[in-house]
């Protein structure tokens, strides 16, 4: 599975005439029409591939006959030397949609490859990883089809998916339980309700108002494991805010049911895989 094919479209399309305002003065100048080349997908790290077809489709849009075979797909994991996949079309199609392809194959791999390094660190504990809204702006649905590529879940997509009070609605709503009381009183029987909470006095709160999810907001390890024991299941309980690689694991051991985390999205590193013509 993959995103709506006519958001990835779109979005490519977007790319290319950001790209190539007019023409490419480079490539159009020097290259013949009619030349024709090979190359090659490279891998120059380790981790979990995500946006091969994505990258491939680049291409087919600029060439319509462009051909190409792929070795490894999305969630598989690949390694450093490893040939990703091989391209064949018009050498201007290949030069033109070069970067555009590298820079959603890099930056989907990246969120992927992270994503599964982090689902890895917790395993054998109850929680899920999952990502958040703080996606680039128009490439929200790819980022979160690579982190669910990776192994992690999503949380919701948008501010309609699920109705989630975090501390400024709480307080612009006079608090907690009446937050929740003027909510429901609207929401529909299909929508789930998420609140953030700060202190363990706000998390009993919280319960009393029969919330779905209860995000446990900056809380240290101690704190959360107590409010493990307090919620007893009578809520999921995802903790969140400023949780790295290296924390992750104790907070996983504390027993909640989710970590968000929106590094997997905001401030990812690029996956680094090169594009190498075949000399002939």
Avoid: W
Avoid at 128 to 137: E, M
């Amino acid at each position: 599975m993959i995103p709506n094919p006519i958001y990835v479209d779109e979005l490519i399309k977007k790319a290319l005439l950001e790209d190539i305002n007019y023409i490419d003065i480079t490539t159009d100048y020097l290259i013949p029409e009619e030349q024709e080349d090979e190359a090659v997908f490279l891998a120059k790290a380790e981790g979990v591939l995500c946006g091969i077809e994505i990258a491939m489709r680049v291409f087919t849009i600029l060439q319509s006959d462009f051909q190409y075979e792929i070795f490894i797909n999305d969630g598989e994991e690949v390694k450093k030397g490893d040939i990703i996949a091989k391209i064949k079309g018009k050498t201007r199609t290949l030069l033109k949609g070069e970067r555009t392809a590298l820079n959603l194959l890099q930056h989907m791999s990246g969120i992927s490859s992270m994503t599964n390094r982090i689902v890895k660190i917790v395993e054998g504990t109850n929680a899920s990883i999952a990502d958040t809204r703080k996606t680039l702006p128009g490439m929200r649905p790819i980022q979160k089809y690579a982190v669910t590529v990776g192994g992690g879940k999503n949380h919701r997509y948008n501010l309609s998916d699920a109705a989630m009070l975090k501390d400024n609605h709480i307080d612009a709503a006079g608090g907690i339980t009446n937050a929740v009381k003027n909510l429901k009183k609207k929401l529909g029987h299909m929508a789930k309700v998420e609140l953030e909470v700060r202190t363990l006095e706000e998390l009993r709160e919280a319960l009393s108002a029969n919330v779905d999810v209860i995000m446990l907001d900056n809380m240290d390890n101690d704190t959360m494991k107590q409010a493990v024991e307090i919620t007893d299941g009578k809520a999921l309980l995802e903790a969140s805010g400023g949780i790295t690689e290296e924390t992750i694991r104790g907070v996983a051991e504390t027993g909640v049911d989710i970590i968000s985390i929106g590094a997997l999205t905001h401030s990812v590193k690029a996956f680094d895989i090169s594009l190498k013509i075949t000399k002939k």
